[in-house]
């Protein structure tokens, strides 16, 4: 299970159980168990003789939102009743679990646009390098009756510059701090179609002017 | 068109005269950079790189908001939770608001400006009535005008927020497809444009490459 999820439960199970009248830290104590690191540290904390304002400080400033959400709403029932947190802490916990997973659905939609801005960035690197490679040769063609000549690899440094920004740009959306992977993966594909057509664009310009 | 900009102490004239003032900025780099290479169509371009510039700096208010929105939301079922658990055992409504504490930043500020107004004498409706005003979310400001109340926590289900990350989503669904055609196709363009017009220069071929870095640039903050 998720550990943001896990912990989020465990919190869930800890206001039902002080909604049942027990108290904090013994429900801290014991349901906090199976929330992974996060939860064992505040128990060894508790064990240890602090309060549970301090056990808790670790998850209610720095962990998820959710889970803060309600490690602050157990500490609040210090200053009302904590029966009546655990009850009315339902709905909250609640909604922090529907959150929690809503989030963990956005992580896996994430991964496959990853998956899909990779794929465009390689696709758009083939066909810049295609571009870049004959482009020359076919834009003599725009005028076959008197064919410029071809300067065969001119536009593959401005061609490998636009790939790689679009491709880095697209990253940079999709992705943040991983638009590395978009880049590399265009570099790589703009080299390989380059190299694998480059024989084509040092074609005789000469031929095209057979009328 | 402006509550945003309101919202935030932004005057919406102040805001549309910054909105020009930067998109002729850009404009004219724009122009400078690109030089004369794309002819005739220059001005154009140069027009459509000005009203986008002027639309993402218009725009920042409501965006501002809209980010704010979203933390806001979630943190009002905690509030009129902790507000509807303390009121039923404090009996207080002003000790409730008193003691009511929130991580959101706005709120934050909203609630210490409520307490301030509790201790000069305010009426509890009249302190939060004011400083409700002025945050994002609706839900929020619910919450906090209802602070106190043993009814506080009844209103408050997260509709909110369901509504916001459905409509984050479908705006996500839009914005996405319509930046990955701008990625992909802009560098293939303007490699056939160079193809085509016959463009070997090194001052060109940069000009060409800056003007990618525009477009790009304008799309990622438009879809963002």
């Known amino acids: 299970m998720d550990q943001e999820l896990s912990v989020v439960l465990a919190f869930r199970r800890v206001l039902e159980r002080t909604a049942e009248g027990m108290g904090v830290s013994q429900a801290l104590l014991r349901e906090l168990g199976s929330a ?13 003789g ?11 400033n720095g962990y998820s939102a959710e889970a803060s959400m309600l490690a602050s709403l157990v500490l609040s029932s210090k200053a009302s009743s904590v029966v009546t947190t655990g009850k009315k802490g339902e709905t909250l916990s609640d909604l922090a679990e529907k959150w929690v997973k809503a989030r963990e659905n956005q992580r896996l939609e994430s991964r496959v646009i990853r998956v899909r801005s990779l794929l465009a960035s390689a696709v758009a690197g083939a066909v810049c390098a295609m571009i870049a490679t004959i482009g020359p040769l076919l834009g003599s063609l725009s005028d076959i009756t008197n064919p410029a000549p071809a300067a065969a690899g001119s536009l593959l440094y401005p061609g490998a510059a636009l790939a790689l920004i679009s491709s880095g740009l697209l990253g940079l959306y999709t992705s943040g701090r991983g638009f590395y992977l978009n880049v590399l993966v265009t570099g790589i594909v703009y080299g390989f179609v380059a190299f694998a057509v480059a024989p084509l664009a040092s074609f005789p310009s000469s031929i095209w002017a057979i009328k | 068109m402006f509550t945003s900009a309101r919202r935030l102490e932004v005057d919406p004239r102040r805001l549309i005269t910054l909105g020009a003032a930067v998109a ?32 993402i700096v218009v725009s920042a208010p409501r965006r501002i908001m809209d980010a704010r929105r979203v933390s806001q939301s979630k943190e009002a079922v905690f509030l009129s939770t902790v507000s509807a658990a303390s009121a039923q055992v404090v009996g207080s409504r002003n000790r409730v608001i008193i003691m009511l504490r929130s991580r959101d930043e706005e709120i934050a500020r909203a609630l210490a400006s409520v307490r301030r107004a509790l201790y000069l004498g305010f009426a509890p409706d009249e302190a939060t009535a004011k400083a409700s005003s002025k945050l994002a979310s ?11 109340l043993p009814t506080a926590g009844m209103n408050e289900r997260g509709e909110e927020t369901q509504g916001l990350e459905a409509s984050g989503q479908m705006a996500a669904e839009t914005k996405l497809p319509v930046f990955m055609t701008a990625a992909f196709f802009t560098p293939i363009m303007l490699l056939l444009f160079a193809v085509f017009s016959q463009i070997t220069e090194t001052q060109r071929l940069v000009e060409l490459v800056a003007l990618e870095v525009i477009i790009l640039d304008l799309a990622f903050y438009v879809c963002s």
């Open chain 1, 36 to 48: 992974g690191p996060a939860g064992n540290e505040v128990r060894r904390s508790l064990l240890l």
């Open chain 1, 50 to 60: 602090l309060s549970p304002g301090a056990a808790l400080f670790p998850i209610t």
């Open chain 2, 24 to 55: 002729s900025l850009a404009g004219a780099l724009v122009w400078v950079v690109i030089g004369g290479l794309l002819g005739a169509a220059t001005l154009e371009v140069d027009i459509v790189c000005s009203v986008l510039v002027f639309y």
């Open chain 2, 138 to 148: 609706y839900s929020a400001s619910n919450a906090l005008q209802r602070a106190g």
